[in-house]
């Protein structure tokens, strides 16, 4: 007996209610998480400077690692961007959560109890390709940039690297973001071939295109050095084989159907 969506009997104003409350949640999830990054800020800087202040000791540059703001507000402003990055990132599976509650009411009843798999899938590979950028990526993408600076030609002229706190969060934010999206890759081919929009052998089949948008990405979202590169094309690669793998056991029973009927006509 096959599984049908629950009938909707929510009017459009319901809906509209449901995706209030659904959003009121997300917020409210937001702002704890960005009160608990507040309170440690200090801490989050030290976690995220770690990667630049290696390089630049591992460097030639003389002098002690550190962070410049150029007005008095200008730090403040960095630790409220510092917090709203980190309170998304904490707020992340109660939104995802809340994202799925929205939309369960018109799937099955089967695919309505991946909520909880789908919440910690997406945050766990979230975490993994930010924690990936930052404890591999961003060292050798920091020496590579630091080792940039120095002396100049023969006549004594230093270039000497002046990095603002700002300009620092804004790289390191789009660049774990980066890590972490691009790590999402299995969970929506997943839900790709749960549509039917996508099955294992036609991913077979993009294999060799997707090889060269990883490397098309990978040069977009990181810094100019090939290194960083290969190291976000690398586990995109393998999380595209992964994710075929994902797509074969899902959509196997559906490619057979579909040679059999293909066989017959």
């Not at 999830?29 to 800087?45: K, P, Q, S, T």
């Not at 050798?140 to 006549?155: C, I, K, N, T």
Request: with cysteine; net charge neutral.
């Amino acid at each position: 007996m096959s599984e049908e969506p629950e009938e909707q009997t929510m009017t459009f104003w319901e809906h509209l209610e449901e995706l209030r409350s659904r959003i009121i949640k997300m917020a409210l999830a937001f702002v704890v998480g960005a009160i608990v990054a507040w309170i440690y800020r200090a801490e989050v800087l030290v976690w995220l400077t770690q990667p630049f202040v290696e390089a630049w000791n591992t460097g030639a540059l003389g002098e002690k690692a550190s962070l410049h703001f150029s007005a008095p507000a200008s730090l403040f402003f960095a630790y409220v961007k510092l917090a709203v990055m980190a309170g998304l990132i904490l707020a992340l599976p109660v939104m995802l959560y809340q994202l799925w509650a929205f939309i369960a009411p018109g799937l099955y009843s089967n695919e309505r109890r991946l909520a909880i798999p789908f919440v910690l899938s997406s945050t766990t590979l979230f975490t993994c390709g930010a924690l990936f950028g930052w404890k591999v990526a961003f060292p050798l993408a920091f020496r590579y940039l630091l080792d940039f600076a120095g002396p100049v030609g023969s006549e004594g002229f230093e270039v000497k690297p002046t990095v603002m706190v700002d300009d620092y969060l804004d790289f390191v934010s789009r660049m774990l973001i980066a890590f972490g999206a691009t790590f999402q890759l299995p969970v929506l081919i997943f839900f790709l071939s749960i549509a039917g929009i996508v099955n294992y052998r036609q991913l077979i089949r993009f294999g060799r295109y997707f090889i060269v948008i990883a490397f098309v990405l990978s040069a977009v979202l990181t810094p100019p050095d090939i290194t960083s590169q290969v190291l976000l094309a690398t586990p995109l690669l393998a999380l595209y084989g992964i994710s075929i793998g994902i797509s074969y056991v899902i959509t196997r029973k559906r490619v057979r159907e579909m040679d059999a009927k293909a066989s017959k006509s």
